[in-house]
């Protein structure tokens, strides 16, 4: 029987089952972070990946965006081959590690940003999911970047073709964090009752919501009923901070935390905009002391990976 994720040392992670890895977050009671982080970019203390530093904050659970299976780019880590990439950045953090990929429509792309310039190895092809779990990548999370055009359809789709494939060997997790460059899919239509229903059958294990505040129009309650709906279908979920507020000051920071807490999610996410390439590093020390105290955080902080 799986330990609450919250107890979890390195060796526990190690030896987990995908089956294991849900069963530890449910029992954790909203109280894991996800910290999401871009490895392409140079790292805020440049020689240390930043997703060893979101972890030395406090995050449970690294979200690696932008990142290619084709071309496995994590600035800061020590030179290894390709394919080793995430095992690296697990031996380097003792923490499980999922990526984004993106079920892009090229008709609805608008992307204008040179920074989120789509590649092929980051697409949401069933190639590169296969890719991710021969990498040693522990969930797959389907979601868009800014202008992307990601729809909820495109999501659904390939959330079928992943769980036919897939689905006993990877967490399938789903949702957008913004509108991702399709307008009609934003404010309080971004992710609908009806989107949750149809992405749990289509075999996602977590459903990812906006955080409440961090969209136009999506409130407290709002994300409520839609953690509601999907624990009654057996899913977890994720509010996620992806709006660049993860580089807010430390009392909004706050503000969010107990507002996301409030919802009932079993995940909690900070994206990767404090600057660039992760959250501000106060920030994610900030909101782990608000949703589960100073004990949980510190002993996050002060695990040895080689436990």
Not at 17 to 32: A, F, H, N, P, Q
Request: glycine letters at 8%; hydrophobic letters at 40%.
């Amino acid at each position: 029987m799986a330990k609450r994720l919250l107890d979890c040392f390195a060796s526990d992670f190690n030896n987990f089952s995908k089956k294991d890895l849900l069963e530890s977050i449910m029992k954790s009671e909203g109280r894991v972070i996800a910290c999401e982080t871009i490895g392409t970019i140079r790292p805020m203390l440049g020689d240390v990946t930043n997703a060893e530093f979101v972890s030395a904050m406090g995050a449970d659970f690294l979200l690696l965006n932008m990142f290619d299976v084709n071309n496995p780019e994590i600035q800061g880590l020590p030179e290894t081959d390709p394919d080793n990439t995430i095992h690296m950045i697990k031996q380097l953090t003792g923490r499980p590690v999922g990526i984004n990929l993106e079920p892009v429509d090229e008709e609805m792309n608008e992307e204008t940003n040179p920074l989120w310039k789509m590649s092929e190895g980051r697409r949401a092809t069933l190639e590169n999911a296969k890719k991710a779990c021969q990498m040693g990548v522990d969930m797959i999370l389907l979601t868009g970047n800014p202008g992307m055009g990601v729809s909820n359809e495109a999501i659904e789709k390939t959330l079928k073709l992943y769980k036919a494939t897939l689905g006993d060997q990877i967490i399938l997790a789903a949702g957008k964090m913004h509108a991702a460059g399709v307008l009609t899919e934003s404010a309080e239509h971004i992710i609908t009752k009806d989107d949750v229903r149809r992405f749990r059958e289509a075999g996602a294990d977590i459903l990812l919501f906006p955080a409440p505040a961090t969209v136009p129009g999506i409130t407290v309650e709002s994300v409520r009923k839609l953690v509601s709906y999907a624990h009654s279908l057996g899913a977890l979920t994720i509010t996620a901070i992806g709006t660049s507020q993860e580089g807010a000051d430390i009392d909004t920071i706050r503000q969010l935390a107990l507002m996301c807490k409030m919802t009932g999610t079993d995940i909690h996410h900070l994206g990767d905009a404090g600057y660039a390439g992760m959250s501000l590093p106060e920030n994610i020390q900030a909101y782990s002391v608000a949703i589960r105290g100073i004990r949980h955080t510190y002993h996050r902080m002060a695990s040895s990976i080689h436990r």
